[in-house]
C-alpha cells in the first residue's frame, strides 16, 4: 500500500506506539485521525502532530463503548471523507494474578482490547471496502505468542485478537481490504510505566518510535504480521512450538520475581 494521500484512523492515538504511528504516517503524507478518552493528552498530542504535519484531527471518545465507537467512526467519515486504514490501537492491561484480579478489571480489558477492535471493524468495513485498497492494522502483543504468567487475560485477548484478524484476513482476500497484525514486545510507553520488569525478566524495551516504523513498513509491504524482538523472540517462539514444557520451565525459575515487578502494572 502507498501511504501518501491515505485516510487514517488510530484509536488510542494519543500516547506510546499510537502517537508514534500518527508521526510515521504523515510523515509519509497521510492524512490522520487520533482517538482517545482524554481531552486533555488528545489535544496536547494534536498540537505535537502538527509539527509533523497539518493533516491531523482528533476525536475524543472511548472505543471501549458503543457510543464512543459510534462517535469515533462518524467523526472520522466526516472530517477524512471516507477510510483507507483503520488502526486498532487503543488497549489497556491489568497485571496479576487471575484469582486476585477484579472482575471490573477483566472485563474492562476485554472490551477495549478485543471486544473494541471488533466491532469498530465491523462498522468501518462499508467505508474501508469503498476504497478499494483499504487495510486493517490490529496492534496484538508478544504476549499473543508466548503467553506469560500474571498477564492471562491479557494473552487471551490479544491472541483472540490475532486470530480475529487472520480469520478476517482470509475473509475478506480479494475484496480490497488487507489485515495486518502487529505483535509488539515490551515498549517504552507510558502504559508500561508500572511495570517494574526490566530485561532480566524478558522485558527489554524498544522505543515506540521503532516499533511505529516497522509496522508503516509492513502497511507499505501489505505484510500479514510485523513481529518485534527479533532473533531472541524468534527462537522463543520456536521453542514455545516444539517444546513448550522448556518454556514453562524457564517462567518457573523467574515467576517469584515476576510477580513482584508487574503486580502493580495497571494501564485501564
Given at each position: 500500500m502507498r501511504v501518501e494521500?491515505?485516510?487514517i484512523?488510530?484509536?488510542?492515538?494519543?500516547?506510546?506506539?499510537?502517537?508514534?504511528?500518527?508521526?510515521a504516517l504523515l510523515a509519509k503524507g497521510a492524512k490522520v485521525v487520533v482517538t482517545g478518552r482524554r481531552p486533555d493528552a488528545l489535544a496536547s498530542a494534536v498540537r505535537e502532530l502538527q509539527g509533523t504535519a497539518p493533516?491531523?484531527?482528533?476525536?475524543?471518545?472511548?472505543?471501549?463503548?458503543?457510543?464512543?465507537?459510534?462517535a469515533t467512526l462518524s467523526q472520522a467519515l466526516d472530517t477524512l471523507g471516507g477510510l483507507d486504514v483503520l488502526v486498532n490501537n487503543a488497549g489497556g492491561v491489568r497485571a496479576g494474578r487471575l484469582e486476585n484480579t477484579p472482575e471490573a478489571e477483566l472485563l474492562a480489558m476485554i472490551d477495549?482490547?478485543?471486544?473494541?477492535?471488533?466491532?469498530?471493524?465491523?462498522?468501518?468495513?462499508?467505508?474501508?471496502?469503498?476504497?478499494?485498497?483499504?487495510?486493517?492494522?490490529?496492534?496484538?502483543?508478544?504476549?499473543?505468542?508466548?503467553?506469560?504468567?500474571?498477564y492471562a487475560t491479557y494473552a487471551a485477548t490479544k491472541a483472540g485478537l490475532a486470530r480475529f484478524g487472520e480469520a478476517l484476513r482470509r475473509e475478506l482476500r480479494g475484496e480490497g481490504v488487507h489485515v495486518l497484525t502487529a505483535y509488539p514486545g515490551a515498549t517504552d510507553?507510558?502504559?508500561m510505566k508500572s511495570n517494574r520488569a526490566g530485561p532480566e525478566l524478558g522485558f527489554t524495551r524498544e522505543p515506540a518510535s521503532a516499533v511505529a516504523a516497522a509496522i508503516v513498513e509492513g502497511i507499505e509491504a501489505d505484510a500479514f504480521e510485523v513481529i518485534r524482538g527479533g532473533e531472541v523472540r524468534a527462537q522463543m517462539i520456536a521453542l514455545n512450538r516444539d517444546n513448550p514444557a522448556a518454556v514453562d520451565e524457564r517462567f518457573l525459575a523467574l515467576k517469584p520475581a515476576l510477580e513482584e515487578a508487574v503486580r502493580d502494572h495497571s494501564a485501564l
Open positions: 494521500g491515505k485516510r484512523l488510530i484509536t488510542g492515538g494519543s500516547s506510546g506506539i499510537g502517537l508514534a504511528l500518527a508521526h493533516s491531523i484531527w482528533a476525536v475524543t471518545a472511548d472505543v471501549a463503548t458503543p457510543e464512543g465507537r459510534a477495549v482490547d478485543l471486544v473494541a477492535p471488533v466491532l469498530l471493524t465491523r462498522a468501518a468495513l462499508p467505508a474501508l471496502r469503498a476504497g478499494g485498497d483499504a487495510m486493517v492494522v490490529n496492534i496484538a502483543s508478544g504476549i499473543a505468542l508466548i503467553g506469560a504468567p500474571f510507553t507510558p502504559m
